[in-house]
């Protein structure tokens, strides 16, 4: 069973860093390409950090390149994002999501979303 949950989420000043992780409870993510989107409001949602079931692959969209860090402890099946340098921009719910390693850039399982809002 896949049940993903994101949390981390919060308010912070402009320049401020948030650590999001999302963990599973249920099956392994070790066969899971693992991936961040994240929707602002009246936008649509669009990817923002994914990676690769072994770890060893990852992208970025253009606009958090050198601020967000995606990574993953098969261990502890759970990914993170690292965001630091945060902008209000960056305000959106974030949303965590898997898919199987022989469906790239598919994914198949979300989790609920978790809110990050940068404001002064």
């Known amino acids: 069973q896949m049940q993903l949950v994101e949390s981390g989420g919060g308010l912070v000043q402009p320049g401020g860093s948030l650590r999001l992780s999302c963990a599973n409870s249920?099956?392994?993510?070790?066969?899971?390409?693992m991936a961040w989107f994240r929707q602002a409001a009246g936008k649509e949602r669009e990817s923002v950090a994914t990676i690769n079931w072994s770890g060893t692959s990852t992208y970025y969209v253009d606009s958090v390149k050198g601020r967000f860090t995606i990574s993953r402890d098969n261990s502890k099946n759970t990914v993170y994002l690292q965001m630091n340098s945060l902008k209000p921009e960056d305000t959106a719910v974030y949303y965590c999501?898997?898919?199987?390693?022989?469906?790239?850039?598919?994914?198949?399982?979300w989790g609920q979303g978790t809110q990050v809002t940068v404001t002064s």
């Open positions: 249920g099956r392994t993510l070790r066969t899971y390409n």
């Open positions: 999501a898997a898919g199987s390693l022989y469906t790239p850039d598919q994914y198949n399982y």
